[in-house]
Structures are given as structure tokens and as C-alpha cells.
């Protein structure tokens, strides 16, 4: 199952954020939102048509009503990448687009870094009325992609895009016969089907297809299952949305079916003793009789390994310091929630308070977060079961990191979390 959510832009937050079951509805993710505030290298494109005319039948494809429709890869699409793809980029470009060229090298460079997690799709959404080109480029491509080189001939395209966007139809055609030859093409072959127009009802029927979804321009990219509001060049956003599908992948392997039975004994003490990578220790006391659910779970992610070898991935001076991600993003979860439990006794009145983080009632799972001062506005909605005995000043030199800034420092790491029951 996709797991879909906003890189470094939303996450299991202390006050706010989501789970991942419920972000897996609404990723664009880690681009959509990153997206509105990064632009393209050159603007988006749009089409002056407003009413598109129904594609010819004789198309060959049917043309998708929905985006969740258009987003299944079909046999009849170009692609690359890899075979059986965590992330899936459907991509609707036009040839003679700027903006489509400047991001095609970065769309190329991701494929080719992550080639057994990435699939890239390629589909044609000319814009004829702007782009008078686009169409026989369009089918140009298809013609070479009958012959097995539709990615040489894309390529060839976008680099020559300033060579032949403003030649005539004649020389147009010529140019383009002339590049499947240099491209070791059978020419004749390439001529016929380009002289017959045997890929413009298929290239005519993905325009309409793009239009009939309300798609905004070229390019427009349908990224795993959801239509993006823009498309960035900057590798580095595409590249983290990568490394944190894949880290959410290997995740759901370790993820737990259920929520543990209950083993603790509330009318026992229980020590957990964190052992940091920098050679601290915190040293935490446990309240079972108040919130003896939350303290079992802890218990017994603890012992399970859990929590070996994850980092403080959210620390706020001031406010608190977040960690119980393996995947260090801030949205990772052990597979289940447990429900909340509020002992009116008890207030996040001070430093040392240990609290559940969660993204709202009944959702915590695995992460916690420990307070650097009062926080009494998360009474009542964030689950305490504990408070730091010894050990505070070790939690005050955590490293301050915000998940949300890609520059952010490494977090600070625990080696284990040790219990001791008495």
C-alpha cells in the first residue's frame, strides 16, 4: 500500500499533523505542498482551449474521467525506471514546452538515481493552439517508440526544442526525419507513419484526456495516484519524497498488526533508562496507575528494539523535544493506536514531562516528546506517562532540529531505551 504524506512539511507534530493512514488520502506530498512555494525554472504553460472536443474512438486508448483512472500505468504508455515502482510519476508534457524541457533532465536524473523505486510515464498534452509543433512532435516520438527508441528521440527533442520550434511544417517534418536517422531509426518506416499521421488520434485522444481532467498546463505530473498543483525542478524535493517513501516501506515491515496485550503490572514501578549515542543518559519514571495503556505500550515497544537507534527528529527550545520515528520523519507509526488516557492529576506543568504525541484523540502510537518548560495548553490532549527523574540536562543539549527544514542537522540518537520494573 502507497504511503502518501508531506515530506518535511506536515508530520506527527505534538499539536497537530496526521497519521499516516489518514495522510495516505491526501498526499501530493511532499511536493504538492512544497510545490506551492517552489516554481518552476520557466512557467507553466497553459492551453487556450476551454472546451475540448471528444477524442477520435479510433484513438486505440480510452480516455480517463478521473485522475485516480488516468493515474493506472497502461500497456500502451511510454515508460522507464523501474519494473514494479514505489513512487509512480505520470507525466503530461509537451515538446515544444520550455518549462517541460527545463524539468525533463530533472525527472531523468531521479529515475536514473533511484531505478529499481521510480517509474516515469510519459504522456503528450500539446498545446496546439500556442505550441504549432507540439502535435507532430508528439506523434514523431510515438513513430520512434514503435521502433524502441522513444526516450533517445524525447531526449533529442527537448535538447533541439530551440533548433525547430519555430520551422515551418515542411522543414518541421524534414527535421524530424532527419533526427531519426541520426538516431539510427529506420527512416523510411518513421517517414510513413509520420506522413499517415498514425499516432495522432493517440496523441489527440491524451491531449483530450489531460484537458477533460482539468490539468492546469504543461507540465502537470499525477505523482502516485494525486494530480501535483505545480511541478518543481529542484531535485533535492523529488529526492526527499523518495528516500522517504522508501523509508516508510521498509518501516511497514517492522509495523505491528495490533496494539500489545497487557503485561505490565500497574501497581509496579517501571525505570526507563534512555541511553543516548552521545554517551547521556535520561532517566524517566513511568506512571502506570495513570496511564497504564500508554505505559504498557511504551514497555513494550521499548523491549521489542523499537526505539533503538531513533533520533530526536523534532526539538523546539523552549518547548519540547519529539522522537519514537525509526524513519526519523516524524510520521512513522508502530501500525495501531492506542486510545488516550488523561489523569486530571497530572499537567504538563514543567520540565521532564513525557507525553504521547499523536495527531489527534485516540491516535498515539510510538512517538513521545519530553518538555523543556510548561505547556499546560496540551492538557487534555496529549497522554502523560511519565517524567524525567535524572538526566535533564542531557535532554536540554539535545540538538534543536526542525523536520520541516531541509538543511536541518542530524538528529541526536538513542542507542536503546532500557526498562526496569519494580
Same mark, same amino acid.
Given at each position: 500500500?502507497?504511503?502518501?504524506?508531506? *515530506?518535511?512539511?506536515?508530520?506527527?507534530?505534538?499539536?497537530?499533523?496526521?497519521?499516516?493512514?489518514?495522510?495516505?488520502?491526501?498526499?501530493?506530498?511532499?511536493? $504538492?505542498?512544497?510545490?506551492?512555494?517552489?516554481?518552476?525554472?520557466?512557467?507553466?504553460?497553459?492551453?487556450?482551449? $476551454?472546451?475540448?472536443?471528444?477524442?477520435?474512438?479510433?484513438?486505440?486508448?480510452?480516455?480517463? /474521467?478521473?485522475?485516480?483512472?488516468? $493515474?493506472?500505468?497502461?500497456?500502451?504508455?511510454?515508460?522507464?525506471?523501474?519494473?514494479?515502482?514505489?513512487?509512480?510519476?505520470?507525466?503530461?508534457?509537451?515538446?515544444?514546452?520550455?518549462?517541460?524541457?527545463?524539468?525533463? =533532465?530533472? *525527472?531523468?536524473?531521479?529515475?536514473?538515481?533511484?531505478?529499481?523505486?521510480?517509474?516515469?510515464?510519459?504522456?503528450?498534452?500539446?498545446?496546439?493552439?500556442?505550441?504549432?509543433?507540439? +502535435?507532430? $512532435?508528439?506523434?514523431?516520438?510515438?513513430?520512434?517508440?514503435?521502433?524502441?527508441?522513444?526516450?533517445?528521440?524525447?531526449?533529442?527533442?527537448?535538447? /533541439?526544442?530551440?533548433?525547430? +520550434?519555430?520551422?515551418?511544417?515542411?522543414?518541421?517534418?524534414?527535421?524530424?526525419?532527419? *533526427?531519426?536517422?541520426?538516431?539510427?531509426?529506420?527512416?523510411?518506416?518513421?517517414?510513413?507513419?509520420?506522413?499517415?499521421?498514425?499516432?495522432?488520434?493517440?496523441?489527440?485522444?491524451?491531449?483530450?484526456?489531460?484537458?477533460?481532467?482539468?490539468?492546469?498546463?504543461?507540465?502537470?505530473?499525477?505523482?502516485?495516484?494525486?494530480?501535483?498543483?505545480?511541478?518543481?525542478?529542484?531535485?533535492?524535493?523529488?529526492?526527499?519524497?523518495?528516500?522517504? +517513501?522508501?523509508?516508510?516501506?521498509?518501516?511497514?515491515?517492522?509495523?505491528?498488526?495490533?496494539?500489545?496485550?497487557?503485561?505490565?503490572?500497574?501497581?509496579?514501578?517501571?525505570?526507563?533508562?534512555?541511553?543516548?549515542?552521545?554517551?547521556?543518559?535520561?532517566?524517566?519514571?513511568?506512571?502506570?496507575?495513570?496511564?497504564?495503556?500508554?505505559?504498557?505500550?511504551?514497555?513494550?515497544?521499548?523491549?521489542? /528494539?523499537?526505539?533503538?537507534?531513533?533520533?530526536?527528529?523534532?526539538?523546539? =527550545?523552549?518547548?519540547?523535544?519529539?522522537?519514537?520515528?525509526?524513519?526519523?520523519?516524524?510520521? /512513522?507509526?508502530?501500525?495501531?493506536?492506542?486510545?488516550?488516557?488523561?489523569?486530571?492529576?497530572?499537567?504538563?506543568?514543567?520540565?521532564?514531562?513525557?507525553?504521547?504525541?499523536?495527531?489527534?484523540?485516540?491516535?498515539?502510537?510510538?512517538?513521545?516528546?519530553?518538555?523543556?518548560?510548561?505547556?499546560?495548553?496540551?492538557?487534555?490532549?496529549?497522554?502523560?506517562?511519565?517524567?524525567?527523574?535524572?538526566?535533564?540536562?542531557?535532554?536540554?543539549?539535545?540538538?534543536?532540529?526542525?523536520?520541516?527544514?531541509?538543511?536541518?542537522?542530524?538528529?541526536?540518537?538513542?542507542?536503546?531505551?532500557?526498562?526496569?520494573?519494580?
Amino acid at each position: 500500500m502507497k504511503k502518501l504524506f508531506v *515530506l518535511l512539511l506536515m508530520g506527527l507534530l505534538v499539536a497537530c499533523g496526521q497519521s499516516v493512514r489518514e495522510r495516505e488520502a491526501e498526499m501530493a506530498g511532499v511536493l $504538492a505542498t512544497a510545490v506551492v512555494s517552489t516554481a518552476p525554472a520557466t512557467a507553466p504553460e497553459t492551453n487556450a482551449a $476551454a472546451n475540448p472536443e471528444p477524442a477520435d474512438e479510433s484513438a486505440g486508448s480510452s480516455i480517463a /474521467g478521473t485522475i485516480a483512472e488516468a $493515474a493506472q500505468v497502461r500497456s500502451s504508455d511510454q515508460t522507464k525506471g523501474a519494473a514494479n515502482p514505489l513512487i509512480t510519476i505520470i507525466e503530461y508534457s509537451d515538446f515544444q514546452c520550455p518549462a517541460c524541457k527545463a524539468v525533463s =533532465p530533472t *525527472l531523468a536524473r531521479l529515475v536514473e538515481s533511484y531505478r529499481e523505486q521510480v517509474q516515469l510515464v510519459y504522456r503528450h498534452f500539446p498545446l496546439n493552439q500556442i505550441h504549432p509543433n507540439a +502535435q507532430k $512532435a508528439a506523434e514523431a516520438a510515438e513513430a520512434a517508440g514503435a521502433q524502441g527508441k522513444f526516450w533517445e528521440f524525447h531526449d533529442a527533442l527537448f535538447a /533541439g526544442q530551440v533548433d525547430w +520550434q519555430g520551422l515551418n511544417e515542411s522543414a518541421f517534418r524534414n527535421y524530424l526525419v532527419g *533526427l531519426a536517422a541520426e538516431l539510427e531509426l529506420d527512416a523510411d518506416q518513421f517517414a510513413n507513419d509520420l506522413d499517415n499521421g498514425v499516432y495522432a488520434a493517440y496523441v489527440t485522444a491524451s491531449e483530450q484526456e489531460a484537458l477533460g481532467l482539468g490539468m492546469p498546463g504543461t507540465p502537470s505530473i499525477i505523482l502516485d495516484g494525486q494530480l501535483l498543483p505545480g511541478v518543481p525542478n529542484d531535485f533535492s524535493l523529488w529526492e526527499g519524497y523518495v528516500q522517504a +517513501q522508501i523509508a516508510m516501506a521498509a518501516l511497514a515491515d517492522r509495523q505491528y498488526d495490533a496494539a500489545p496485550p497487557m503485561t505490565i503490572d500497574p501497581t509496579k514501578s517501571y525505570i526507563a533508562t534512555i541511553e543516548m549515542e552521545n554517551g547521556g543518559q535520561i532517566v524517566i519514571e513511568l506512571l502506570p496507575e495513570s496511564a497504564p495503556e500508554t505505559v504498557n505500550n511504551f514497555v513494550f515497544l521499548a523491549r521489542e /528494539g523499537w526505539y533503538d537507534g531513533v533520533s530526536f527528529h523534532r526539538v523546539i =527550545p523552549g518547548f519540547m523535544a519529539q522522537t519514537g520515528d525509526p524513519t526519523g520523519l516524524g510520521m /512513522g507509526d508502530p501500525g495501531y493506536a492506542i486510545p488516550d488516557e488523561f489523569d486530571p492529576a497530572l499537567s504538563h506543568d514543567g520540565p521532564g514531562v513525557v507525553s504521547m504525541a499523536n495527531s489527534g484523540p485516540n491516535t498515539g502510537g510510538s512517538q513521545f516528546f519530553i518538555t523543556y518548560a510548561p505547556a499546560t495548553h496540551l492538557d487534555g490532549r496529549h497522554t502523560i506517562f511519565g517524567r524525567v527523574i535524572e538526566g535533564m540536562d542531557v535532554v536540554n543539549a539535545i540538538t534543536p532540529r526542525d523536520p520541516q527544514d531541509p538543511a536541518a542537522p542530524d538528529g541526536d540518537r538513542m542507542v536503546t531505551i532500557t526498562i526496569e520494573e519494580k
